[in-house]
């Protein structure tokens, strides 16, 4: 795995733009996908070493969890960015429930997220 590689499934597209260009300017190399795609088989062809997301459930087209891809890619970091929705500090929590190593936001900065990849 490739620690500057992610794979990001991110809905909203200001969020997501952001945060590939944050990533990029830090030396990461993004692959985005939609919910089409099979975030597993991207890891796979990337050789990533993390993914960004914004779903807790059903990420992408094979809808698997969190859990189902930190098990089959043991070392895999999970980041998760918060969605508007969610009362305050609810999917933060439960995203580390369902193992995510990090939670991501606008507000960490640039430096925050440069950990994702260092």
Do not use: C, H
Not at 3 to 8: D, L, P, W, Y
Request: a negative charge.
């Amino acid at each position: 795995m490739r620690r500057n590689k992610v794979v990001m499934l991110v809905g909203d597209e200001p969020t997501r733009d952001l945060l590939a260009f944050w990533l990029t300017q830090a030396g990461g190399d993004v692959t985005l996908v939609d919910d089409a795609d099979d975030v597993g088989a991207k890891v796979a062809e990337t050789d990533a070493g993390a993914v960004l997301t914004d779903r807790l459930y059903g990420i992408g087209g094979q809808a698997v969890t969190i859990s189902d891809i930190k098990a089959r890619f043991p070392g895999l970091r999970l980041a998760v960015v918060p969605v508007r929705g969610y009362l305050d500090g609810d999917m933060e929590r439960l995203a580390r429930v369902v193992g995510a190593d990090m939670v991501v936001s606008t507000a960490l900065g640039r430096a925050g997220l440069a950990a994702l990849i260092a």
